[in-house]
């Protein structure tokens, strides 16, 4: 498998790439990084924040919920990883790979900006790890700022849907 | 009003052997909850109003065991129940909100529910009930795509299901996968005929658990929730126990 070195994170305060910074053995990772993840101590040195965008307004948000939620990279998105990732040459292969939290992500990616993206068991690790500790590594946010950002971003997203989205069937019944 | 159960101060309540929840002791025992937000019922529900220590009043609402699994569960003896004060909770198969509610109550203004259902017409209720329970993160979505709502989510210490789905155990597994903690805790309401009905539910429930089982679920509990469901059964247990986890218990 390729070197997974950057961790593209989507939360509800705005979009993170995170960077890799110790980078182990590949082939010994799950039982190694699954307990890694777990102490701010130990995965905060495994993991750095390499770049932060938070969103600028609810409806900024609320609109790369919307678009991330169907695997559409938000134009936002795209102008923050091409500044904050390392330069690629023209007609170079990159020589990193950014680890993505689902694939559609990872495509979207990989077309617009032709940087390779990983998605397996060792990325789902990093993101369980960085969902764990994401308030400890932004400044100034506080866990209870997120959960309110969650709460403000849900009510949005879920409002829009039962409102807007009348074609969708109802078919959940017993 | 005051729920017809109240009365003033004929009834007493005890703490339940679980945390956050009680008995009322009156003509009948009536499982409670603290109710988060004094005053309001949630879906018609009887509130027990008693006098607290220091001359205030403490507000409690009744947990129908014949509406809620949880509830259910409870009642029917299960051991470990983990919707806790303070616990963060992913709810899949919210329906309208009336169990995710106590489960509000249950966790309290520091717990944190994220409730997700998919169909419209109860998601609309569900959102509105959480207008007032800001412990309660609505999200109208489908369950089977958890991607779509992982802006919206944290890690979790429990994750609890009553999807009603063929694909249940998947379900449950694609959403522990992303949030559920290392030792976290799982509880799962299995209806059996919505999963095979040409089949005895005890054959159900076993092949359920060997799902869970090869997704790194340890279940360590099962019961039946008679007499309050026909052909169900709650599963309780750990995600990817850890080694510290296991030297706690």
């Known amino acids: 498998a390729p070197m997974v070195n950057y961790i593209f994170f989507e939360s509800a305060s705005g979009f993170a790439l995170f960077e890799r910074t110790e980078s182990e053995d590949i082939g010994k990772f799950t039982e190694e990084v699954q307990n890694s993840v777990l102490e701010m101590k130990r995965f905060g040195k495994i993991m750095r924040l390499a770049s932060f965008l938070p969103f600028t307004s609810a409806e900024n948000a609320l609109t790369c919920q919307n678009e991330i939620s169907e695997g559409i990279l938000p134009e936002c998105a795209v102008n923050f990883l091409s500044t904050s990732l390392p330069k690629v040459k023209e007609g170079k292969r990159a020589k990193f790979v950014v680890g993505v939290s689902e694939p559609k992500i990872g495509n979207a990616i990989s077309e617009t900006l032709s940087i390779p993206c990983e998605c397996n068991d060792l990325t789902l690790e990093l993101f369980r790890g960085i969902r764990l500790h994401f308030h400890n590594f932004i400044d100034g946010l506080k866990s209870t700022d997120l959960e309110k950002a969650q709460l403000g971003l849900a009510h949005a997203y879920s409002r829009s849907h039962v409102k807007f989205d009348v074609n969708r069937a109802d078919k959940h019944i017993i | ?202 054959a159900v429930f076993a092949k359920e658990i060997k799902k869970l089982q090869a997704e790194n679920f340890k279940p360590s509990e099962q019961i039946t929730l008679e007499p309050y469901e026909r052909d169900h059964a709650v599963v309780v247990g750990t995600y990817r126990p850890t080694k510290k986890a296991k030297k706690d218990k």
């Open chain 2, 1 to 202: 009003k005051d729920g017809g159960k109240g009365g003033g101060s004929k009834v007493v309540v005890e703490p339940h052997r679980h945390q956050g929840m009680f008995i009322a002791k009156g003509k009948e025992d009536a499982l409670c909850t603290l109710n988060l937000v004094p005053g309001e019922s949630v879906y018609g529900e009887k509130r027990i109003s008693v006098d607290g220590e220091e001359g205030n009043k403490i507000e409690y609402r009744v947990w129908n065991p014949f509406r809620s699994k949880i509830a259910a569960a409870v009642l029917g003896g299960i051991d470990t129940c983990e919707f806790k004060p303070g616990a963060k909770v992913l709810y899949l198969g919210a329906a309208s909100g009336t169990t995710v509610s106590h489960v509000s109550d249950l966790v309290g203004e520091t717990g944190q529910v994220f409730a997700v259902e998919f169909s419209h017409r109860p998601g609309r209720e569900l959102v509105n009930m959480c207008k007032k329970r800001t412990n309660v993160v609505p999200i109208v979505e489908d369950a089977r795509h958890p991607q779509r709502y992982r802006m919206l989510v944290g890690m979790v210490d429990c994750v609890f299901a009553d999807v009603a789905q063929p694909d249940q155990a998947r379900i449950v597994a694609l959403n522990s996968h992303q949030f559920l903690k290392n030792g976290g805790y799982f509880m799962i309401s299995i209806k059996a005929n919505c999963i095979d009905s040409t089949v005895e539910p005890a």
